[in-house]
């Protein structure tokens, strides 16, 4: 069956950085545009990086332009969010999700997927 398993969350002091991991199993992977999105307790879920599916295209909102990079190995089938100069506004439940046909700003944007993961922990306190 399909999955998408994230993992590499965790308590990161602001300042830090952490990489989150994206392992995809069960559709043809190199077909999706995958995205990270991030969920904060009473906020709507928001596209943070989206990636095409030869990683030519990417798309990032203004919120972390320049401290996150997102990348995917199509020959591991994962994907990944590296995370740099991290905030207390960070702090939020992490997803990976893939779309078939689809731009990465549709994507993100629009937070369409037809595949969801269950989500990472990141938390950015002192």
Not at 40 to 56: D, H, N, Q, T, W
Request: charged share 15%; with cysteine.
């Amino acid at each position: 069956q399909v999955q998408l398993v994230e993992s590499g969350g965790g308590l990161v002091q602001p300042g830090g950085s952490l990489r989150l991991s994206c392992a995809a199993s069960g559709f043809t992977f190199d077909d999706y545009v995958i995205g990270w999105f991030r969920q904060a307790p009473g906020k709507e879920r928001e596209g943070v990086s989206c990636i095409s599916v030869r990683g030519l295209n990417l798309y990032y909102p203004d919120s972390v332009t320049g401290r996150f990079t997102v990348s995917r190995d199509n020959a591991k089938n994962t994907a990944y969010l590296q995370m740099n100069s991290l905030k207390p506004e960070d702090t939020a439940v992490y997803y990976c999700a893939a779309v078939q046909f689809s731009t990465v700003q549709a994507m993100c944007v629009q937070r369409t997927a037809n595949y969801w993961g269950q989500g990472t922990q990141v938390t950015v306190s002192s």
